[in-house]
Every structure is written in C-alpha cells, then in structure tokens.
C-alpha cells in the first residue's frame, strides 16, 4: 500500500478516541494554492467572548501579506479560558504572531465528522480553529525561514495549476522511488517546485523544475518522481489527465526518522518516530 495512505490509515484509527481531525496541516504549496489570505499577522486584541456560541474575536495587524487582501479581525473557534481540543477549538492570546492560512471555510480542513459543521465562517471574518493551517512566530526558526522562502517564490510565480500530493508507487524502503532517505550533496536552496503532467494513470509524463535544488542530482530526482510516483490531489484521490504543481522541502534531519522523509511536502515534524 503506498505510504502516505498507510499513515493516514494508522493516524485515523484513533478517530474514535480524539475527534478533531485535521487535514493538510504542514503542506505549504497545497495550503497557499487553497487560501484565500495567506500572511503574517500580529495578535492585538481579544474581545466578545462568547460561551453560546464558543467563539470569540481577536483584532489582528498585519504584518506581511503573501496572497490575499489585508483582514483586522478574526473570529476564532473556542471560548477562553476553557478550550475542547476534541471539538477542534483553539486559544490565541494578545501579543502572539502567526503565519496563518485562512480561507472562507474552515471546515475544509477538518476530517471529522462531529466537528465539521462547527467551522463555517459568518460570513464577516475568517474563523481559525485547531485545523487552520499557521505557526506561531518564533525567533530562529529554521522551518519558519524555510517557509516564508516558499510562499515568496509561490507569490511571486502565480499560477491557476492545483498543487497536488505525491504518493510513493513503491513498497519498497529501498526503492529507488522512496526519498525516505535521499541525500542531497551541497542543495544550494532546501525547496523545489515543479511543474507535473499526469497521464490517465497519475503517472508523471513530463516534468519541469520551476525552481530546483541547485544541486548536481537535481536531474536525477526529476528522473525518479517521474520514473516512480503516481501523483494524488489527496489521500482518497488520484490525479489524472492534468498538469499540476509539486513543492518539495528538503530536511536532511530526517534521514533517521521512521516516519519523515528528507525529501516531503510536509514542514510538520513526524507524529510517530
């Protein structure tokens, strides 16, 4: 079974156990591509908390702008004090940052069924649960910076193509398909995106580096996504017949992680390692 449906499968067999379950969370490219703003912003305020609702509003300050229109207020999903992580609710307090992706509905993001009518927007702003893709600001971070190097090469090079997920046509861990382990010498940048055409059988048939590694096996991973993925828009369906956008990060700290590749869509770090 190919690998990433197989975790998914691992990860959802709790779902009996913890109802808030969220989709997406780490894929910059697919993140932007579906967002409607996508930016940094500046906690300033927290107002009109309300306990029938469970929801409350947080006045925000923009701090830059990816894609998008500027937004002052936010209108978050929990309720202070007393948050439901089962129920997918989320606490944001004054003063912190976000790099956050936000779209008019928030329940896109949420894979469960007790939560997913309880994300809808009103319309008026935006609504942040626990499933609204974002990181908190910190100094120094290195998957931070990582980060905002994508969304400025993905907001400079606009584009109407889909990002898509790649799936692993392999069940092999030593298949020459599987980047679980893939060693880059000397990556002049740790980001690639790539142009796909994917025939009727989610193959690659072609293949352009929009923005490559800057390394000399740059042509050789071009060659191995084409020659040994089938390329899916998520876990329960395949891409066929269309041309589509990958984005790949490299993380060489996961050459010893049982789940994580070096080579992965994801800036999450692994939930089992």
């Known amino acids: 079974m190919k690998k990433i449906f197989v975790l998914f499968l691992f990860i959802a067999g709790y779902s009996t156990l913890l109802a808030c379950k969220c989709g997406s969370l780490g894929m910059v490219g697919i993140n932007f591509q579906k967002s409607d703003f996508v930016g940094e912003i500046e906690i300033l305020k927290i107002r009109n908390s309300s306990s029938k609702s469970r929801t409350y509003l947080a006045d925000v300050k923009v701090l830059k702008l990816y894609k998008g229109k500027e937004i002052n207020t936010l209108e ?3 309720l202070m004090g007393g948050i439901q992580s089962a129920a997918c609710e989320v ?23 007790t939560t997913s009518g309880n994300n809808a927007t009103t319309g008026k702003y935006f609504t942040v649960s626990a499933c609204t893709p974002k990181s908190e600001i910190k100094e120094n971070s290195r998957t931070l910076a990582l980060e905002r190097a994508a969304l400025e090469f993905l907001a400079s090079n606009p584009s109407d193509l889909a990002q898509a997920f790649y799936l692993d046509n392999s069940v092999s861990a030593i298949s020459d398909g599987d980047f679980k382990s893939y060693i880059i010498t000397e990556p002049a940048r740790s980001f690639a995106v790539y142009k796909l055409k994917v025939n009727g059988k989610s193959e690659v048939e072609e293949i352009e580096a929009l923005q490559n590694f800057g390394s000399s096996q740059d042509g050789e991973i071009m060659r191995l996504i084409k020659k ?46």
Request: charged share 20%.
């Open 76 to 78: 978050v999903h929990g």
């Open 91 to 113: 606490q944001i307090k004054q003063g912190q940052k976000f790099l956050m992706y936000l779209s008019g509905n928030d329940g896109d993001t949420i894979m469960s069924m």
């Open 228 to 273: 040994n993925f089938v390329i899916g828009k998520d876990f329960f369906s395949e891409v066929r017949n269309e041309e589509v956008l990958l984005t790949l990060f490299y993380n060489p700290d996961k050459n010893a992680s049982t789940w994580g590749d070096t080579l992965t869509q994801s800036l999450v770090e692994p939930i089992f390692d």
